[in-house]
């Protein structure tokens, strides 16, 4: 490390490679509700953040987690996972009374067609404005598992029928059994 007096430090987490404040200045000063994504090596997350003197507020959020819930089998950091959290996240957006975001991928290095730009396919098309480019954003057949296992087609329409609230008729009977028997043991 430099010595010296001219030398000046950096902020901690730019010496970790965990923000760019130059770039984070430029979204804060924007005004505009960010679509903060991150991902991990097993999961991502969507967080739409507004800023604020005391930190950023985070007005609502999704995880890949959540698919788990909603019956999806697979992993959670795949393309098709991406996409899925990000049409979650974009129906929650949308439910919050969100209109536009701007994406916020921090540190994280933008490839095309990468997991990132799937979250952003997904948030789309779940009727939230979010500017980028077409050519980013991953092929339909990516978007929906055609270059992996034949079953993930069917189990990621499951898993949006089930985040639109579509649920299928075998889980109605199901859930209108269980209502009768808890009633009878009333």
Known sequence: MATGPRYKVPFRRRRDNRTDYYIRKKL??????????????KNISIQFAKFGMGGDLVVTS??????????WGHACSNIPAAY?????????????????AVLDIGMQTPAKGAVLFATVAGMTAAGLEVPHGEGVLPAEERLKGGHMAE???????????????????????????????????E
């Open 28 to 41: 804060l000063t924007s005004g505009e509700l960010r679509a903060v994504v991150r991902r991990s090596s």
């Open 62 to 71: 999704a995880s890949s987690k959540e698919l788990k819930a909603l019956g």
């Open 84 to 100: 899925l959290t990000g049409y979650l996240a974009g129906k929650k957006a949308v439910a919050a009374g969100i209109e536009y």
């Open 151 to 185: 079953d993930i087609s069917a189990d990621m329409d499951k898993v949006v029928a089930a985040i639109n609230g579509d649920r299928p008729k075998t889980a109605e009977k199901k859930t209108a059994g269980a209502k009768a028997k808890k009633k009878e043991a």
